[in-house]
Each structure stands twice: as structure tokens, then as C-alpha cells.
């Protein structure tokens, strides 16, 4: 009796990464999934303290997620040409592939791309650019648009928004395959092999196979208008003659302000293994993007909130004590600790030098003063300050700091919102406040530092303008942070 195999997929060969691995991170996931990370480091880095993976935060690393059925190897070249660019890779075998494990949860791409979050969490990355092929397209996707302020760039191969994105008979061959492999998970054998000796899938591997197949003949099912807030550079590439059809790669591009299309000529859906070369010089092209000044944007005071300097009092300094309690005690990325950061006295300090600004509600402020029962949203101490970074740092992530005369610099220090406060802009009310106090001290820049793990602070800095300069180790003891810090500066 002649026995009906499943379809047999036999992977298209492809070249492994030569670089070194520099650590194999497993992540545990709530449902008891575990996924594998593989770390590529470039020659010569070394790990710092909170960085035990080869991942030097002063140049956030590429995140790269491979495609359905398959395993980080696929990106070897393309790996090989980040590390040797100076950039750490952390390349993730997506769950129930490669060394990743599947877990009990539902299999979805929104899972999948919080498994991604949860790797780069476990590696004390807080910003990555992402390459993502096919599948790994989608996630990078998923990931700009609902973990924006993390994401620096995506350079997306080959993605689709919804199944309709692939031609008819692609979606159907693979709803035959699997059903054809849920079968042979019911009623096959081990060890089957076909006429020409390739082996044919176990019934627990048909299982596997069926259940990734069917992933994508259901989904995505992304909506083109949701990626309208992404704002990182976007690079889309397909082959020439990829399998996802032009129209579903136009529909991406047209959602995402600032995309680019890259159309690579005489290839077709398989980029990373057919063009790694094309894909590498694309990608770097992205990382570059993200370090380009970005376009000033007007910050304005919102109209029920009022700035001016605090007064130096006594009661005043009771109030910014009492906000940076409120912020202490808010779990955030700030990572502020009481008793630790803000150092004891060190705003009481600022404050009798003058040097502090505050946002009001514009009710609690008359004749250019807060009242003495005003509450204090936000607060930011504003001073000539040269020292912040020496202006000789090198490397990637953006140019470093020239040297300018004290004079010409106002640094800005301990800027915060009370919780409370969240949601009204008052962020951008502090900016302003922070700028009009530079420019009464003849300022021509404003400098400041954030720690690499702030992420909403160093999207807020980047979507204002801010040019963000070569990150400096700048270890706060006794804080749950990196010891790396970014530099930012605004040209007045």
C-alpha cells in the first residue's frame, strides 16, 4: 500500500555567520516557552558592567528576526557586515523555531514580537534598530509601531500586512500544506524518508510545520492606517520578483511617513540568503538615517499650563523635594531612587543659585511668579555648564560634541514631571522654560544627558530637535540603570 507524504520543504542552502558568537541567551516566557538569542559581537568589544552579553550600549545593537520556519542563521553575511561595521547583532530564533521552543500560549505575531521585547529586556537593551525578513518583516512592524520610542530604525524584507498580500495560489498552497501535515501528525511515522532519501517530517515536526503554515494563511491582519505613528526611518525591500505583491508593498510604504522602497533587481522572495550584500548595504543605510538631525519641532507652552522661575525660598525647596518623592516613587524607566538621585542637596542648590525653572497651572502663576499655593508640575535647573561630555568621544551613534566656551553653553539639569501631571505636555512646557532660560543666559546651545534606558526621554529629545551626540559611561551608583548615558544638544 503506497503511503501519501506530506509536502516536503527542503531550505534553500545559506551561509552561517563567521563572526564569533558572543553569548547564547536563553529567555524564559511566562507560558513556558524558551527563546534563544544569539549575540555576534565585533572584534575587540569588551563587556561593560550591566552588559554581560557583548552588547556595547554605546551603539544600540541590530535585533534581526528571520522568517517562518526557519532560524537566525539565514542573516550569516549580513551579521558578518553589522559586526564588522562596529555593531552588535542580536539575532533571535522566533518561538516554536530554530532553538526557540513553542510554549502553550496561542501562536500569534503579536506574541512573537513580545517575545522580542522580552529578549531585549533580558540583554539590558533598551533601543535597537530591527532587520526583519518575512515573518520577522511583520514583527519589525508590530514592534515600530507598538514599541515606537525602542525602535531606532526597521529595515523590513519582504513583509506583508494581511494574507491578501500574497498571490492567490501561495496562500492556498499553503493551506493545503498544512492540512496535509496536520494528517501526517495523526497518521504518519518516524523515520519515513522519500524515493530520493529525504527524510520526511515526524509527526510531532508535521505538527510543528502545520501549525507555522497556518499562521500565515490567517494572518497578519495589520491595518495600514495603525503604522501611521511610526517615526523611526523605515527602509521596505522586496526582490523583484518576490512573491509579496507590489501593490501590498506600495500599501506599506504609502502608511509609513519618511519610508523608502528598495527594490532589489533579478531576486526574489529569499533577500538574506540570495543578496546578502544588497541587504547589509541596506540596512546600514536605515541605522544611518536614524542619526540625522532631525528636523526642529515647535515646542510651545499648552495653554493652561504657565513657566517662570521658581522663587528661592524655603517653600520652594519643600516643593521640589516633594516632586522628586512623587518621581522617586513612581516605577518608570527613570530609574530614580530616593536619597540617590537627585543627590541630597543638590536641588536646594540649584534652586539658591537660581538656576531652577517650573511648570504651573497658568491660574496658580500672576505677575510672572507662582503663588505660594501653586503646584509645581514639572521643574528643570538650567546653568552655564561646559563640562557635560569633553568633546572627543568617537564612534557610532552620531557625532560627538564640539568643544564651545562656557559661555555659549547652558546645561540642563534634574528635569521632571510629577505623575500627577502626565499626558498634559508639560514635558514640552519644561523645554520651553528650559530654552528661554538659556537664551537669558546669551546660551547659543543647550546640552543634557539622559541614561540610554530612558527611552521616552530620549524619544521625547529626538522628536524635539535634539541632536543626539556619542553616548558617554557615566555610572550612577546605587541606580537599576546602564552606566551609559546619551548627550543631547539644541542649537538655539
Not at 59 to 79: A, R, S, T, W
Not at 229 to 238: F, H, K, L, Q
Not at 382 to 397: C, E, I, K, T
Not at 437 to 458: D, I
Request: proline share 9%; with cysteine.
Amino acid at each position: 500500500m503506497s503511503v501519501e507524504f506530506p509536502p516536503v520543504h527542503v531550505p534553500r542552502p545559506y551561509a552561517l555567520p563567521q563572526t564569533p558568537l558572543a553569548a547564547r541567551v536563553e529567555c524564559p516566557m511566562p507560558d513556558g516557552a524558551t527563546i534563544v538569542a544569539w549575540v555576534y559581537a565585533p572584534e575587540g568589544v569588551t563587556d561593560a558592567p550591566g552588559t554581560p552579553f557583548g552588547v556595547d550600549l554605546q551603539v544600540p545593537p541590530v535585533l534581526m528576526l528571520h522568517g517562518n520556519g526557519e532560524e537566525h542563521g539565514i542573516f550569516g553575511p549580513v551579521i558578518d557586515a553589522v559586526c564588522a561595521s562596529g555593531r552588535s547583532v542580536a539575532a533571535v530564533d522566533s518561538r516554536s523555531q530554530g532553538a526557540s521552543t513553542r510554549g502553550a500560549a496561542p501562536l500569534t505575531y503579536e506574541l512573537m514580537a513580545a517575545d522580542a521585547v522580552e529578549v531585549c529586556s533580558r540583554l539590558g537593551v533598551p533601543q535597537v534598530h530591527v532587520l526583519g525578513f518575512s515573518d520577522g518583516g511583520i514583527l519589525g512592524l508590530l514592534l515600530a509601531r507598538d514599541w515606537g520610542a525602542h525602535v531606532l530604525s526597521l529595515t523590513a524584507l519582504g513583509a506583508n500586512l494581511t494574507p491578501a498580500g500574497l498571490p492567490q495560489e501561495d496562500t492556498d498552497w499553503m493551506a493545503f500544506a498544512a492540512a496535509e501535515n496536520r494528517r501526517w501528525a495523526e497518521e504518519g511515522y518516524e523515520g519515513a524518508v522519500l524515493e530520493d532519501g529525504t527524510p520526511v517530517p515526524s509527526p510531532a515536526e508535521s505538527a510543528r510545520i502545520a501549525e507555522l503554515l497556518q499562521l500565515m494563511v490567517d494572518n497578519p491582519q495589520i491595518d495600514a492606517a495603525s503604522l501611521a505613528g511610526i517615526d523611526c526611518p523605515v527602509t521596505v525591500m522586496v526582490g523583484e520578483f518576490d512573491e509579496i505583491l507590489p501593490e501590498e508593498t506600495d500599501r506599506i510604504v504609502s502608511a509609513i511617513p519618511g519610508a523608502i522602497k528598495v527594490v532589489e533587481p533579478g531576486i526574489d522572495h529569499n533577500l538574506p540568503k540570495m543578496a546578502p550584500a544588497a541587504v547589509a548595504r541596506e540596512l546600514l543605510a536605515c541605522v544611518a538615517r536614524n542619526d540625522e538631525c532631525h528636523e526642529a519641532r515647535g515646542v510651545e507652552v499648552p495653554d493652561d499650563l504657565a513657566v517662570c522661575r521658581v522663587p528661592v525660598s524655603g517653600l520652594w525647596a519643600e516643593k521640589l523635594d516633594e516632586l522628586y518623592r512623587h518621581v522617586d516613587a513612581e516605577p518608570g524607566t527613570s530609574g530614580w531612587v530616593q536619597d540617590v538621585w537627585p543627590p541630597a542637596g543638590m536641588a536646594n542648590e540649584l534652586l539658591a543659585s537660581g538656576a531652577y525653572w517650573g511648570a504651573f497651572e497658568r491660574s496658580g502663576v500672576r505677575d510672572g511668579r507662582p503663588t505660594d499655593d501653586a503646584a509645581l508640575l514639572g521643574a528643570v535647573a538650567v546653568n552655564r555648564d561646559a563640562s557635560m561630555g569633553n568633546g572627543r568621544a568617537s564612534g557610532l551613534g552620531g557625532p560627538s560634541w564640539k568643544r564651545r566656551a562656557k559661555k555659549d553653553v547652558a546645561g540642563w539639569h534634574l528635569l521632571a514631571v510629577d505623575p500627577a501631571a502626565r499626558g498634559r505636555h508639560v514635558a514640552d512646557a519644561l523645554i520651553a522654560a528650559g530654552i528661554l532660560g538659556a537664551r537669558e543666559l546669551g546660551a547659543k546651545v543647550v546640552r543634557l544627558n539622559t541614561n540610554v534606558a530612558n527611552v521616552p526621554a530620549n524619544a521625547l529629545y529626538a522628536s524635539r530637535g535634539f541632536v543626539r551626540y556619542h553616548p558617554i559611561w557615566l555610572p550612577y551608583p546605587g541606580l537599576p540603570l546602564p552606566g551609559w548615558s546619551n548627550l543631547w544638544e539644541l542649537e538655539l
